[in-house]
Nanobody, 123 residues
């Protein structure tokens, strides 16, 4: 079992930066694949980024590649999403997710989810 709590959301101007954190509890964090998803207003939840337990392998959606960076600190049981050059279309509720096995980009591939944190980018 893994419990996830996101933080760091808020209001930011276009072009600015924000770092999201996801604190995990549970014994299996260090071996879990961690991901970030987001759900824009009126749209379905979509993949943003994922990282393997070893932090060697990462995946990014094309819409954030080169702007967002996912990282993890297994000692602190925390995964981060550094968001740079933010755009109004990045406005969404951002969710942290974890899975012990799947290194994928689909919602159905992740077993555990946080409650989400709102990020609003103003133009």
């Amino acid at each position: 079992q893994v419990q996830l709590v996101e933080s760091g959301g808020g209001l930011v101007q276009a072009g600015g930066s924000r770092r999201l954190s996801c604190a995990a509890s549970g014994d299996t964090f260090s071996s879990s694949i961690m991901g970030w998803f987001r759900q824009p207003p009126g749209k379905e939840r979509e993949f943003v980024a994922a990282i393997r337990w070893s932090a060697v392998g990462t995946l990014y959606d094309d819409s954030v590649k080169g702007r967002f960076i996912i990282s993890r600190d297994n000692a602190k049981k925390t995964v981060y999403l550094q968001m740079n050059s933010l755009k109004p279309e990045d406005t969404a509720v951002y969710y942290c997710a974890a899975d012990p096995v799947n290194f994928v980009t689909v919602v159905s591939g992740f077993r555990y989810w946080g409650q989400g944190t709102q990020v609003t980018v103003s133009s």
